[in-house]
């Protein structure tokens, strides 16, 4: 079918916006004659624009409906994809994610009838039920069939683990107990296939490595040991003879899970972990079994058999084979060198990894899966001994029970348990795709791309997933390097002095140890901070130890390292800067504080660099005040040969004055580790928002003093003021704060009204167009749509037109958005004026009506069911979450309007002044004051910290884990403290929403 252009440019727009990386394509596939009935189901491109590889989907989803030979087969389908929406969801993540999936149904269209129900059996099936999936092909002896039914049950595993129905454990878990099942069949195959063999022994199939340990990957070698004996009650059965025979069995099981068919290959059957490896024989008796590991195994040996778990074949053997090597692991620890002999194998594995492979190794290389698994597995096997608590083959339960026994500590265990659980994730999704036996993160842009949407990144996969590894890889290199090869490390371990006789291997592994993420670059800039016989390069040698310590109690010492270096390289030659670090201990401190909190400080640091010496200064961190800022900036402006070089030279210092902020900010809010910071939050708060609503208001003071001087010289045709709403009004203002403003003005005496509504208008669209010229500094983002009539309204009013609008047209909303109407800038007598005249109605006489109570909280009930972004979690956004800032602000300011006539304390534009007024006059109670106020200042407080960590504004907690330590570290949170963090900021917002149900929505009016 043929798409008009018009159309074809709506859905081409459609599937950009749905994830496509090839809409015209797309648009091809979805005119295919075999989809045309649910081509207009509106629900399709929202669950392909769900999947990991939304082209991908679709050319499955095509190819398995033109499959469907029968006509009614295919109508069955496509109503069945249609109206059951976990087939839907199930079917396009599977095709989405795995081509080798999505061929399988092609070659097997029916198959997809595995995926369209949830029962209890298929959400959380075990052996035996895979087991009755697979019974068909073993009865019939048929090795062919039996691959088809493994790939079935792959089908469901993969559908439940890409649609997030089972996690990575679980899945693991499910992939091992398929391929017991799978063993189990290939042995009855073998067996039917030679039953005099099957009479002339007993066999037991011994699971070891993943799968043994219940954690399989979707394409691995099964690794297997096999015991062999004479039939029970053969009495003096030739036991040569009863071994041959379970050799023969055992290696047609092996062919049968190996040899690849027109269905391809199961996984193949790996025997080499079995005495002498291959080359011992491959069946061994029990007794042969533990006259080898009592005289000539090694210790990575036993560390092996940590895993083994009998699987297929005869129980009891297997059970008397698990039960005779167990003590055996447990004793390995006794052995001489066994910690150094663990070491060397870890080492040997590294070793083994191709030139070029190593940092795209999940699983070998530095900071993989097996750094996490060698280190539990050891300390497994130096404390299993006398705890049994510890005797699991499965990693993720070993380091629980390890945490549990005291043995890890328990953040050090949930950092390991979070890097292991994502890399797990990308390995599976990485094998998905193709069903191949892979461990290396690929190097193309569409596969990232796929898998970093495969694994819930979305705004940019590719940046995302690069973070999220290397975050991963990092933690696991310094945990596993202070658990695994040097235990007794602490984890703030300062480079002492003399040092420096380390080798750049020894210095990079130290580096590694402190949390350095990159420790080739760290090195670089060590060098050449600290190479050399000059002054500068002696003072770096002394300062630089006590600064990696402090840049490595941070939540990102690579960041504090470079900014140091690019501080220094800006300012090494300045006598002052390097005397103000070694003289005043306070400024070395603050500065690593600085530079390793997070981007906003750095990055204005770094565009003003003198700036630093602020940071010495007793008094350099107070805020400066707003007729100071107010009267530097103007007198700055009126130097200026243009509007323009005037609004720069007032931006020069509002980064400036940002800076000091946002230093001061992070000097008095950083914690230690033991606990969270102490001190008076809600007075930093404030003391915060007064300084950005002072220096806020200067700059526009400034921007309009340029407009005015441009175009009129010094004065202006009419009265001009800015009246500061919102926030900015309250000077509660956050970091990233736009500033809400009314315009107002007033025609001089003997001035025209047109022409001074024309001059009123033209310093309007000046201010804004001159604040508004891009820039590398923050943004200062003047917001006027809470003027009359909203953005349909004139930007600048009269104060006498502001008079007639409110007395004749003014809603209740209106005069609780004046709660916080302050004058900011430009004439101060019509600014007072403008005050004298909505007095009034933000404080009314009479208080509130109960019609204008209800329609108070109707706005608020619409605000909170309609504003708040999708998928966000409710609980977690500051602002318009439950107990965030807009319940604390809409609670007081309702107080405020019903009794601030007769209560001049609440006659205040802020919020905690208010609060205590109310509290003060006995308008709430006491404890529900404080719960209310801890909630808003902690909230204000997540909102500064996510700004200053990512440089951008943000009402959530940040998603990417390094920045979410990093709000914790400014909240006071130490490391590993997240969870903490969220539980307690989840307290205080809960308490705060019950408090506000009691007075907001039960609030009656008189």
């Known amino acids: 079918m043929t798409t008009a252009p018009g159309r074809r440019s709506s859905t081409f727009t459609r599937l950009l916006r749905h994830g496509f990386t090839d809409p015209s394509a797309a648009e091809r596939f979805l005119d295919a004659p075999a989809v045309a009935a649910i081509r207009a189901d509106p629900l399709l491109l929202d669950a392909l624009g769900a999947t990991a590889d939304p082209d991908l989907a679709l050319r499955g989803l095509v190819r398995l409906a033109e499959a469907q030979e029968d006509e009614g087969e295919r109508r069955l389908f496509l109503d069945t994809l249609v109206t059951a929406k976990p087939l839907r969801d199930r079917l396009l993540g599977v095709l989405g994610a795995s081509e080798a999936l999505g061929d399988h149904l092609a070659r097997h269209p029916g198959d997809w009838r595995v995926l369209a129900t949830y029962e209890s059996a298929d959400l959380h099936p075990g052996v035996s039920e895979f087991e009755q999936v697979l019974a068909a092909a073993a009865a019939a002896a048929d090795p062919v069939a039996l691959r088809v039914a493994y790939r079935r049950c792959l089908l469901a595993i993969a559908a439940r683990d890409v649609c997030g129905t089972t996690g990575v454990a679980e899945t693991a878990a499910e992939l091992a107990d398929l391929a017991t099942a799978t063993l189990r069949a290939a042995l009855a195959i073998a067996e039917a296939a030679a039953p005099e063999d099957a009479a002339a022994c007993r066999l037991a199939v011994v699971a070891m490595g993943k799968c043994g340990g219940h954690e399989l990957n979707y394409v691995s070698d099964v690794d297997v040991i096999f015991v062999g004996d004479v039939p029970e009650g053969a009495g003096d059965a030739d036991e040569t003879a009863a071994v041959r025979a379970a050799t023969r069995l055992a290696s047609h099981l092996m062919r049968i899970c190996s040899e690849t068919t027109v269905e391809g290959s199961i996984w193949p059957v790996d025997a080499n972990l079995r005495p002498e490896g291959r080359n011992g024989p491959l069946v061994r008796t029990l007794s042969s079994h533990l006259a080898y590991y009592e005289r000539w195994a090694k210790t990575w040996e036993f560390q092996a058999l940590l895993k083994a778990r009998p699987v297929a074949g005869d129980a009891a053997l297997g059970a008397a084979y698990q039960e005779a090597v167990t003590p055996l692991v447990w004793q390995a620890a006794e052995r001489d060198h066994f910690v150094p002999d663990v070491q060397e194998m870890r080492r040997r594995v590294v070793a083994t990894i191709p030139a070029g492979q190593a940092e795209r190794e999940i699983k070998l290389g530095p900071g993989g899966l097996r750094d996490v698994e060698f280190a539990v597995q050891l300390l497994q096997l130096v404390h299993g001994r006398s705890d049994a608590s510890l005797h699991s083959g499965t990693t993720l339960d070993a380091l629980a029970a390890l945490a549990a026994g005291g043995y890890v500590g328990r953040r050090d265990a949930a950092q390991l348990d979070e890097a292991y659980r994502f890399l797990r994730t990308v390995e599976h999704r990485i094998q998905l795709h193709r069903l191949r036996r892979t461990h290396l993160m690929p190097d193309d842009e569409a596969d990232l791309r796929r898998l970093g949407r495969s694994i819930g990144l979305r705004t940019d996969p590719v940046a995302e997933l690069n973070r999220e590894w290397k975050r991963h890889v990092a933690v696991v290199r ?127 640091l770094l565009r003003a660099p003198e700036a630093v010496a602020l940071l010495g200064d007793p008094e350099g961190l107070a805020p400066r005040g707003r007729e100071a800022l107010e009267a530097e900036i103007v007198a700055a402006v009126g130097r200026a040969d243009t509007a323009e070089g005037g609004v720069a030279v007032a931006r020069g210092v509002r980064r400036r004055e940002l800076f000091r902020t946002a230093a001061a900010d992070i000097v008095g809010s950083y914690g230690t580790e033991e606990s969270p910071a102490e ?295 130490g490391p590993g403290r997240v969870g903490e963090m969220l539980d307690d900021y989840r307290r205080a917002t809960r308490r705060a929403r019950t408090v506000m149900e009691e007075i907001f929505y039960g609030y009656e009016a008189p």
Do not use: C
């Not at 002054?535 to 140091?564: C, E, H, M, N």
């Not at 309702?894 to 609060?915: F, K, N, S, Y």
């Open 478 to 604: 310094r945990l596993h390097e202070k658990l695994f090869y040097r235990p007794l490390l602490d984890a703030v371990a300062q480079l002492a002095p003399g040092e420096t006789r380390l080798s750049a291997k020894a210095a990079g592994q130290r580096l590694e140890a402190l949390g350095y993420a990159d420790p080739v670059a760290a090195l670089r800039h060590l060098e050449a901070l600290s190479s050399g016989v000059s002054r500068k390069a002696a003072i770096q040698r002394t300062l630089l130890p006590v600064l990696l310590g402090w840049f490595a109690d941070s939540a990102d010492p690579d960041a504090g390292l470079l900014g140091f270096r690019k501080v220094s390289d800006a300012l090494g030659k300045t006598p002052w800067y390097l005397r103000l670090l070694r003289d005043e201990g306070a400024a070395a401190e603050n500065l690593a504080r600085v530079l390793s909190a997070g981007r906003l400080a750095p990055d204005l």
């Open 679 to 973: 001190g008076d939050h809600g007075a930093l708060v404030d003391r915060v928002g007064t300084a950005l609503t002072a220096l806020n208001a200067a700059t526009i003071a400034g921007a309009l003093r340029a407009a005015v001087r441009e175009r009129w010289g010094d004065t202006l045709p009419t009265r001009f003021a800015v009246i500061g709403m919102g926030r900015f009004g309250g000077q509660e203002l956050a970091y990233g704060s736009d500033a809400d403003v009314l315009f107002v003005h007033e025609p001089r005496e003997g001035v025209d009204e047109h022409e001074a509504a024309v001059a009123a208008s033209a310093v309007v669209t000046d201010v804004r167009r001159l604040l508004q010229v891009p820039t590398a500094d923050p943004p200062l983002l003047i917001d006027a749509d809470l003027r009359p009539e909203g953005k349909s309204g004139p930007l600048v009013r009269t104060l006498a037109s502001y008079a007639a609008y409110y007395r004749r047209w003014s809603l209740v909303w209106e005069s609780q958005a004046l709660l916080r109407a302050a004058p900011m800038a430009g004439d101060a007598d019509l600014g007072a004026r403008f005050v004298e005249l909505i007095d009034p109605l933000r404080y009314p006489e009479r208080g509130l009506s109960e019609d204008d109570v209800r329609d108070i909280r109707r706005l608020k009930a619409r605000m909170e069911t309609e504003r708040l972004p999708r998928g966000t979690d409710p609980n977690l956004h500051v602002k318009l979450g439950r107990g965030g800032l807009t319940d604390v602000e809409w609670t007081v300011q309702l107080i405020q309007m019903r009794h601030a006539h007769e209560v001049p304390g609440l006659r205040t534009t802020r919020t905690r002044a208010a609060l205590a007024a109310a509290r003060d006059a006995g308008l709430i109670d006491p404890e529900a004051a404080a719960t209310l106020d801890e909630a808003w200042v902690l909230a204000t407080r997540v909102r500064n910290g996510t700004m200053l960590v990512r440089g951008r504004p943000g009402d959530t907690f940040p998603s990417e884990s390094r920045d979410l330590a990093a709000v914790g570290r400014y909240l006071g949170y």
